[in-house]
Protein backbone atom coordinates (compact mmCIF):
# COMPACT_ATOMS: atom_id res chain seq x y z
CA UNK A 1 0.00 0.00 0.00
CA UNK A 2 1.52 3.38 -0.97
CA UNK A 3 2.27 5.62 1.99
CA UNK A 4 1.90 9.25 1.25
CA UNK A 5 3.34 12.55 3.03
CA UNK A 6 1.15 15.22 4.62
CA UNK A 7 2.66 19.47 3.96
CA UNK A 8 2.69 22.04 6.24
CA UNK A 9 -1.35 23.50 6.65
CA UNK A 10 -1.43 27.16 5.15
CA UNK A 11 -4.18 29.22 3.96
CA UNK A 12 -3.25 28.85 0.43
CA UNK A 13 -3.13 25.69 0.32
CA UNK A 14 -6.23 25.27 2.01
CA UNK A 15 -8.55 27.60 0.38
CA UNK A 16 -9.98 25.10 -1.87
CA UNK A 17 -11.02 23.08 0.95
CA UNK A 18 -12.14 25.92 3.82
CA UNK A 19 -10.54 28.40 6.12
CA UNK A 20 -7.54 27.90 8.39
CA UNK A 21 -8.41 28.79 11.85
CA UNK A 22 -5.48 31.04 13.25
CA UNK A 23 -4.04 34.29 14.64
CA UNK A 24 -0.40 34.54 12.29
CA UNK A 25 -1.62 36.59 9.24
CA UNK A 26 -4.94 37.62 9.93
CA UNK A 27 -6.26 41.58 11.03
CA UNK A 28 -7.55 42.02 14.92
CA UNK A 29 -9.04 44.96 16.38
CA UNK A 30 -8.61 45.91 20.34
CA UNK A 31 -11.81 44.94 22.34
CA UNK A 32 -12.47 45.19 26.55
CA UNK A 33 -10.87 48.55 26.81
CA UNK A 34 -7.58 47.46 24.83
CA UNK A 35 -7.43 43.96 27.16
CA UNK A 36 -8.29 42.15 24.05
CA UNK A 37 -7.65 41.19 20.36
CA UNK A 38 -9.90 39.77 18.06
CA UNK A 39 -9.65 38.65 15.44
CA UNK A 40 -13.57 38.94 13.67
CA UNK A 41 -14.84 36.73 11.26
CA UNK A 42 -12.11 34.46 10.37
CA UNK A 43 -13.79 32.19 8.85
CA UNK A 44 -17.20 31.45 7.31
CA UNK A 45 -20.04 29.53 9.35
CA UNK A 46 -22.50 28.12 6.88
CA UNK A 47 -25.29 26.47 7.88
CA UNK A 48 -28.20 26.82 5.39
CA UNK A 49 -31.49 26.83 4.83
CA UNK A 50 -31.88 28.46 8.18
CA UNK A 51 -31.20 25.30 10.46
CA UNK A 52 -29.10 26.10 13.67
CA UNK A 53 -25.28 26.68 14.45
CA UNK A 54 -23.79 24.02 17.26
CA UNK A 55 -20.92 24.35 19.00
CA UNK A 56 -19.40 20.77 20.23
CA UNK A 57 -16.35 19.65 22.06
CA UNK A 58 -14.52 16.14 20.55
CA UNK A 59 -12.10 14.51 22.06
CA UNK A 60 -9.68 12.47 19.74
CA UNK A 61 -7.17 10.19 20.78
CA UNK A 62 -4.02 9.91 18.67
CA UNK A 63 -3.30 7.51 16.22
CA UNK A 64 -0.55 5.51 15.26
CA UNK A 65 1.13 6.17 11.82
CA UNK A 66 0.83 5.61 9.33
CA UNK A 67 -2.92 5.48 9.45
CA UNK A 68 -4.42 3.87 6.19
CA UNK A 69 -6.95 6.71 4.54
CA UNK A 70 -9.80 4.18 3.15
CA UNK A 71 -12.90 6.49 2.86
CA UNK A 72 -13.69 10.19 3.21
CA UNK A 73 -16.80 12.29 4.16
CA UNK A 74 -18.45 15.01 3.78
CA UNK A 75 -21.66 17.45 5.18
CA UNK A 76 -23.41 18.75 1.89
CA UNK A 77 -25.54 21.52 4.22
CA UNK A 78 -23.08 22.71 6.39
CA UNK A 79 -19.55 24.07 7.11
CA UNK A 80 -17.70 22.28 9.77
CA UNK A 81 -15.26 23.45 11.66
CA UNK A 82 -12.31 21.92 14.34
CA UNK A 83 -10.47 24.20 16.20
CA UNK A 84 -7.59 22.79 19.59
CA UNK A 85 -8.14 23.97 22.45
CA UNK A 86 -4.72 23.23 23.43
CA UNK A 87 -1.99 23.37 21.30
CA UNK A 88 -2.09 19.31 19.42
CA UNK A 89 -1.25 18.87 15.96
CA UNK A 90 -3.53 16.86 14.20
CA UNK A 91 -3.75 15.50 10.05
CA UNK A 92 -5.92 16.49 7.49
CA UNK A 93 -7.11 15.26 4.33
CA UNK A 94 -9.35 16.73 1.79
CA UNK A 95 -10.60 16.25 -1.59
CA UNK A 96 -12.71 18.95 -3.70
CA UNK A 97 -16.59 18.61 -3.43
CA UNK A 98 -17.92 16.30 -6.17
CA UNK A 99 -19.58 13.21 -6.52
CA UNK A 100 -16.76 11.22 -6.64
CA UNK A 101 -13.04 11.29 -4.77
CA UNK A 102 -10.03 10.49 -6.48
CA UNK A 103 -7.64 9.25 -4.11
CA UNK A 104 -4.51 10.32 -6.48
CA UNK A 105 -6.08 14.06 -5.79
CA UNK A 106 -6.74 13.82 -1.83
CA UNK A 107 -4.41 16.50 -0.30
CA UNK A 108 -2.71 15.64 3.05
CA UNK A 109 -1.96 18.39 5.51
CA UNK A 110 -0.57 18.15 9.16
CA UNK A 111 -1.27 21.31 11.65
CA UNK A 112 1.03 23.27 13.96
CA UNK A 113 -1.01 22.87 16.95
CA UNK A 114 -1.91 26.35 16.59
CA UNK A 115 -4.60 26.22 13.86
CA UNK A 116 -7.95 25.25 13.16
CA UNK A 117 -9.80 24.19 10.01
CA UNK A 118 -13.34 24.89 8.65
CA UNK A 119 -14.96 22.51 5.78
CA UNK A 120 -16.65 24.35 3.24
CA UNK A 121 -19.89 22.78 2.78
CA UNK A 122 -19.60 19.61 0.37
CA UNK A 123 -15.40 19.02 0.70
CA UNK A 124 -14.70 15.84 1.28
CA UNK A 125 -12.55 15.06 4.36
CA UNK A 126 -11.13 11.85 6.64
CA UNK A 127 -12.47 11.76 9.94
CA UNK A 128 -10.26 14.05 12.93
CA UNK A 129 -6.80 12.68 13.07
CA UNK A 130 -5.27 13.31 16.72
CA UNK A 131 -1.19 12.97 16.37
CA UNK A 132 0.98 13.61 19.41
CA UNK A 133 -1.46 13.08 22.53
CA UNK A 134 -5.28 12.86 23.27
CA UNK A 135 -7.17 16.60 21.60
CA UNK A 136 -9.54 18.24 22.56
CA UNK A 137 -11.62 20.13 19.50
CA UNK A 138 -14.11 23.09 19.50
CA UNK A 139 -16.77 22.14 16.90
CA UNK A 140 -18.80 23.98 14.85
CA UNK A 141 -20.99 23.08 12.41
CA UNK A 142 -24.87 22.31 11.65
CA UNK A 143 -27.19 20.76 14.48
CA UNK A 144 -29.72 17.93 13.13
CA UNK A 145 -29.24 15.00 11.05
CA UNK A 146 -29.10 14.35 7.08
CA UNK A 147 -25.65 16.11 7.15
CA UNK A 148 -23.11 13.64 6.30
CA UNK A 149 -22.54 11.31 3.42
CA UNK A 150 -19.57 8.79 3.01
CA UNK A 151 -17.48 7.11 0.30
CA UNK A 152 -15.59 4.21 0.78
CA UNK A 153 -12.22 4.99 -1.72
CA UNK A 154 -11.56 3.02 -4.82
CA UNK A 155 -7.81 2.78 -3.69
CA UNK A 156 -6.63 2.93 -0.43
CA UNK A 157 -3.18 4.34 1.14
CA UNK A 158 -1.44 5.05 4.25
CA UNK A 159 -0.95 8.76 5.57
CA UNK A 160 2.24 9.63 7.77
CA UNK A 161 4.16 12.81 8.17
Not at 30 to 52: F, K, P
Request: proline content about 5%; some cysteine; hydrophobic content about 40%.
Amino acid sequence: MQIKKARPLTKDDFIAYGDVIEFEGNDFFHINDGQCERYHNIAHVDVRNEQTPSISLVRSKPVQLPVVIDMMERHPHASQAFIPIHNRRFLVAVAKAGEEVDPNKIELFVTNGKQGVNYHAGVWHFPILALDDITDMLVVDRAGSDNCDVIDLKEAFKLDV
